[in-house]
């Protein structure tokens, strides 16, 4: 089992910045692929970020590249969501999520993650 605990959300105005970190219990943290997802209200959850358990494959949604950053330290088992430029429409709750088996091609799908947080709500005012 893995507990993971979101934070760092909050209000912003467009153009600014927040990071969000997620805190993962697993002491073997190292070998899970960790992902972002958001959902904004009366919408589907989609994928905004992932990283490899190696943290050397990165994958982004095309509408957050150049903005935000994912990254992890698993010294500290936490990855990280480094959001800049945020534009209204990044208006969200955001997830983090945890898979161990998780490959590539996968690593974009709600579905195929076995553990989630409960999220953070991060609100960017125009």
């Known amino acids: 089992q893995v507990q993971l605990v979101e934070s760092g959300g909050g209000l912003v105005q467009a153009g600014g910045s927040l990071r969000l970190s997620c805190a993962a219990s697993?002491?073997?943290?190292?070998?899970?692929?960790m992902g972002w997802f958001r959902q904004a209200p009366g919408k589907e959850r989609e994928f905004v970020a992932a990283?490899?358990?190696?943290?050397?494959?990165?994958y982004y949604t095309d509408s957050v590249k150049g903005r935000f950053t994912i990254s992890r330290d698993n010294a500290k088992n936490t990855v990280f969501l480094q959001m800049n430029s945020l534009k209204p429409e990044d208006t969200a709750v955001y997830y983090c999520?945890?898979?161990?088996?998780?490959?590539?091609?996968?690593?974009?799908?709600?579905?195929?993650?076995?553990?989630w947080g409960q999220g953070t709500q991060v609100t960017v005012s125009s």
């Open positions: 999520a945890a898979d161990e088996t998780i490959t590539g091609a996968t690593i974009r799908r709600v579905y195929e993650y076995d553990y």
């Open positions: 990283i490899s358990w190696s943290g050397i494959n990165i």
């Open positions: 697993r002491r073997t943290f190292s070998t899970l692929s």
